[in-house]
């Protein structure tokens, strides 16, 4: 039995998430999760998926959403970024059952300054899911990390209390992950602020299953976002397996992995660093670092390649009479860099176990 016989094509919803979580947590596979900002991007990573026969997640931050609005539009009340969040999905809603893959819609961190960003898409999955009987979302991700932990666990309470009714899937952060990510600065927080207590995921496990089963914590185990030298982040994703079994102690159930686990900051870690989390019961992995450099390369060596067929829109090394639109069609170049994009993402569904799953 293989995912396409629980969940369908196309963008998923409701049970279907939480079904594709549990079978990935029970087949030792974690799913990865794109952060993209445009059609071109959404593309490359639906193609390597239908390749790889995996689910992806296809996620939007509150930058890559305004982008996907256009950089022209005002953002003024987080207008651009709700508004492109809601296009995006759109367009993978309509796009996505070409690919034959189950897709979940995703949203990227939303701290507490960008929470109209949040209230804005909730009111569009609302309006959608009275229409449709589903949310437009498959899934939100509301990352209160930087502020108190009880102030934390109550505020992400009352939006699950609201997606519960949708069934809809809730991501949370406990745990601050470093570095710098679209605008979001942790790279001098405190370093003990980089690990999660067992007893804080207990905390939040207790508290937000109370109101819905359909949610995932972000637990920080030394993630940082982007990529560094080795050896200047220290991932003890180890600390999972503890999370666990903690939880599993207080629930006295036999469910070795009651916590449906997330690993942020996923750039540039190892291989054995994926592993580890995913035998621990993590199930979506954050690429976004690694994507944006693969993106660039194709783009980057075609233009370096084809460089004395772009300077003019006639005239190159073939002759002064030679016509240069088949090098300059955006069709072309912005084509080789989904290419080489595809490529990064089909390494990823092979360190993450995700491939022929389907």
């Given at each position: 039995m293989g995912i396409l016989d629980i969940v369908p094509a196309g963008v998923i919803a409701g049970e279907d998430v939480r079904k594709l979580f549990k079978y990935a947590q029970e087949h030792n596979f974690a799913i990865p999760a794109m952060n993209c900002t445009s059609s071109s991007t959404v593309v490359a990573c639906l193609e390597a998926a239908r390749d790889a026969k995996s689910p992806v997640i296809i996620q939007v931050s509150q930058g890559g959403a305004a982008y996907f609005a256009g950089k022209g539009v005002d953002n003024k009340n987080q207008e651009a970024s709700i508004k492109g969040a809601i296009a995006a999905a759109h367009f993978v809603r309509t796009i996505a059952p070409v690919y034959g893959i189950p897709v979940v819609m995703h949203t990227d961190h939303c701290a507490a300054k960008l929470l109209p960003w949040l209230d804005g898409m909730l009111d569009e999955d609302e309006r959608y899911f009275k229409e449709h009987g589903y949310p437009l979302f498959s899934s939100h991700m509301i990352d209160l990390?930087?502020?108190?932990?009880?102030?934390?666990?109550?505020?992400?309470?009352?939006?699950?209390?609201?997606?519960?009714?949708?069934?809809?899937?809730?991501?949370?952060?406990i745990g601050i992950t470093g570095g710098e990510e679209d605008g979001v600065n942790n790279e001098d927080v405190d370093n003990s602020l980089l690990y999660t207590q067992p007893e804080d995921i207990w905390d939040v496990q207790r508290e937000l299953s109370e109101v819905s089963p359909y949610f995932s914590i972000a637990a920080a185990f030394g993630n940082v976002h982007g990529v560094y030298k080795p050896g200047n982040v220290k991932l003890q994703p180890e600390l999972l397996g503890k999370h666990q079994a903690y939880v599993k102690e207080q629930l006295k159930t036999e469910d070795d992995k009651p916590v449906f686990l997330v690993f942020h900051g996923g750039s540039g870690s190892s291989k054995e660093e994926y592993q580890t989390a995913i035998s621990f019961g993590t199930v979506k992995c954050n690429l976004d670092t690694d994507m944006q450099f693969a993106y660039l390369k194709g783009m980057r060596d075609y233009i370096l390649e084809k460089k004395d067929y772009l300077m003019t829109q006639v005239g190159n090394p073939d002759g002064e009479d030679k016509p240069n639109k088949k090098y300059f069609d955006p069709r072309v170049w912005v084509r080789e860099g989904e290419k080489t994009m595809s490529a990064r993402v089909k390494v990823a569904f092979e360190?993450?176990?995700?491939v022929n799953v389907l």
């Open positions: 990390s930087e502020e108190p932990k009880e102030e934390n666990i109550a505020i992400t309470k009352k939006y699950l209390q609201r997606a519960a009714p949708m069934k809809q899937w809730l991501e949370m952060e360190d993450f176990n995700c």
